[in-house]
Nanobody
Framework: EVQLVESGGGLVQAGGSLRLSCAASGFTFDDYRIGWFRQAPGKGREGVGCISSSTGSAWYADSVKGRFTISSDNAKNTVYLQMNSLKPDDTAVYYC????????????????WGQGTQVTVSS
């Protein structure tokens, strides 16, 4: 059974950093792309970025480009979201998701989802 578990969320001051982890199990990691999404209170789900586990290619939303970095450790079946220069607008529940890997990543139609981890950035 496919399982994705996020961790690393918490409370941080504006300008600070956090690293989120997404631990995957139940599927062949190299055959999937991993996406990061977030949902702020009262708002819809927003794509943050994604990475192809097979090629390492990544894509980032304009709102986080230059501040967030996605990396993967295939030996540990884990994907990381390094978040720097955090802003209050980054406050949200962050989710990771998995979908079959086409050799590149995108943010549409992910099949499997984690439960999310809360990130709160104080002003």
């Amino acid at each position: 059974e496919v399982q994705l578990v996020e961790s690393g969320g918490g409370l941080v001051q504006a300008g600070g950093s956090l690293r989120l982890s997404c631990a995957a199990s139940g599927f062949t990691f190299d055959d999937y792309r991993i996406g990061w999404f977030r949902q702020a209170p009262g708002k819809g789900r927003e794509g943050v970025g994604c990475i192809s586990s097979s090629t390492g290619s990544a894509w980032y939303a304009d709102s986080v480009k230059g501040r967030f970095t996605i990396s993967s450790d295939n030996a540990k079946n884990t994907v990381y979201l390094q978040m720097n220069s955090l802003k209050p607008d980054d406050t949200a529940v962050y989710y990771c998701a998995a979908d079959p890997d086409l050799g590149f990543c995108g943010l549409g139609a992910y099949e499997y989802w984690g439960q999310g981890t809360q990130v709160t950035v104080s002003s």
